[in-house]
């Protein structure tokens, strides 16, 4: 007589936990795969993931507040200083107390973090391409606008019901 499996369903189900949530899976398997790729290619550049969009929005307005950055990018406030901290150790930023208020730190660019503007939008056309693969310009264009309606639903559905 066989011994019982101790990992088997006690249901009787036979169906993998994920069908339960199939599109939620599919963009879990998506986020990770995208992610995985971006991290190499950051690497390449000598960065982490998440200091590109700090060296991003910096491109755009130098001499930001860190508060600004914090919340510009979405990551939560240890992982922004940890970035910044490893970002001005490599030589890419400078922070500095704001004139206005000496506990508002502003972050600058250095010279070496604006050459590196190049490399960074070429990372960001290799992800877009990898990304593309062979999609055609009307699928993609599809594809933007359900995600964005999706992120919106899970934006909306994380808020208190009094903000909503």
């Known amino acids: ?38 991290a190499r290619l950051l690497r390449d ?11 991003m929005r910096l491109l755009e307005r ?3 507040t860190q508060s600004e950055l914090l919340a510009a990018v979405g990551l939560d406030h240890s992982t922004v200083s940890k970035s910044l901290r ?8 400078t922070r500095q107390p704001a004139e206005h208020d000496r506990r ?15 490399d960074l939008e070429e990372m960001w056309a290799e992800l877009e391409r990898a ?15 359900t995600s964005a309606v999706i992120r919106q639903a899970i934006v909306d559905r994380d808020r ?3 903000e909503q």
């Open 1 to 38: 007589m066989p011994l019982e499996d101790p990992g088997a369903r006690v249901t009787g189900e036979s169906r993998p936990v994920q069908e339960s949530g199939s599109l939620s899976y599919a963009i879990f398997q998506l986020a990770r795969a995208h992610r995985g790729y971006a």
């Open 86 to 93: 490893r970002m001005q150790e490599a030589g890419l930023l």
């Open 131 to 145: 990304s593309v693969g062979g999609l055609d310009a009307e699928t993609v264009e599809r594809f933007i606008a």
């Open 62 to 64: 130098d001499g930001q």
């Open 45 to 55: 550049l000598g960065l982490h993931p998440g200091q590109e969009l700090l060296l």
């Open 160 to 162: 208190p019901a009094s």
């Open 104 to 118: 508002a730190v502003r972050v600058w660019l250095t010279g070496q973090g604006r050459a590196i503007r190049g």
